[in-house]
């Protein structure tokens, strides 16, 4: 059995479109949903909501985890312990709340594969943040002994056996991920402890970021004006906030129309994002371009234009 690790948190009318989105493309998969304990409603609330609205296909998790911001890692960990309990599991995909699926294959794509995951090698002089905090995180240096190499976690997966391993390392304190360095340990832990094991991917996580496009425009403009950004001064972190905040407001990055189209029909528009420079030759594949089958993000409301769109496109 295959299944999705989700982390939801908000909305059960967005949550049971997301599983009708994912019965839509990938019937074979049974989604486990983490109900953070910050939620507004409780989980017999949402199972009850998901009932009415047909959902068959997603069971929720009965332990809740207090998640936020750099700690999501733990509602994976939740679920996958739940999932080993039922016994029958072979591979765990991870998605989060606000990625959906576009494109038919994917059951096609995985078939023959049991792991998918990014090798983005994180350093001290990275131009991504989280590379840069990963390697101040004490406990993760020591235990990967300096090779850390992060992933996406959205659209990657592991064997079970790979999971029970890692749920062994830390359940028996091995593996302390309790950091006083707020980041998304998810997209560090999975694939530095695959990288650890010798293991290598069969192929790369099939769920297309906006927010690969978005670090490809704010790396470019750090590049260039090195004057101002290379120093780690109050001044130039400042400057970054600045130059951050208007990216996000002006620049042209976000999931589109075009962009869904363009993997719907495998347009070749988007071979010239396959690759990203975290600086100093840190290049690395994001993904292939035939094999991309879902998107994030999503806007987490039933009248967003494109969430309205992937509702009407077909199989």
Not at 75 to 101: C, P, Q, V
Not at 116 to 134: H, P
Not at 188 to 212: C, L, M, N, Q, R
Not at 285 to 298: A, D, G, M, P, T
């Amino acid at each position: 059995m295959i299944y999705i690790s989700i982390p939801v948190h908000e909305k059960p009318e967005v949550i049971a479109d997301q599983m009708h989105n994912f019965k839509k493309y990938f019937p074979e998969a049974r989604v486990i949903l983490h109900l953070s304990k910050c939620a507004e409603f409780s989980i017999s609330e949402l199972e009850f909501y998901l009932n009415s609205q047909g959902v068959d296909n997603a069971k929720v998790n009965p332990i809740q985890f207090q998640t936020k911001w750099g700690s999501i890692i733990q509602a994976h960990l939740e679920n996958i312990r739940y999932i080993i309990t039922l016994g029958d599991a072979e591979k765990i995909i991870f998605h989060s709340s606000n990625d959906m699926f576009v494109k038919k294959g994917i059951v096609e794509y995985i078939k023959d594969k049991k792991y998918l995951f990014q090798t983005r090698k994180c350093t001290a002089d990275s131009l991504w943040w989280v590379a840069r905090r990963s390697v101040k995180d004490e406990n993760i240096w020591k235990y990967f002994q300096g090779s850390i190499y992060a992933s996406q976690i959205e659209g990657s997966m592991y064997s079970m056996e790979l999971l029970k391993s890692l749920i062994d390392e830390i359940d028996y304190q091995r593996l302390n991920l309790g950091a006083e360095i707020f980041y998304p340990q998810e997209e560090v832990i999975f694939s530095s402890f695959a990288y650890k094991k010798g293991i290598k991917a069969d192929g790369f996580p099939y769920v297309y970021s906006e927010i690969h496009q978005f670090d490809r425009i704010f790396f470019y403009y750090i590049q260039k004006y090195k004057i101002l950004f290379n120093s780690n001064l109050i001044i130039t972190k400042f400057f970054k906030r600045v130059l951050e905040k208007f990216l996000k407001k002006y620049s042209n990055y976000r999931i589109s129309v075009d962009i869904i189209n363009d993997i719907i029909f495998d347009r070749p528009a988007l071979s010239n994002t396959c690759y990203l420079n975290d600086g100093n030759s840190l290049t690395w594949k994001i993904y292939e371009v035939r094999c991309l089958f879902s998107v994030k993000r999503v806007e987490r409301e039933l009248s967003n234009l494109i969430r309205e769109f992937i509702r009407r496109l077909r199989v």
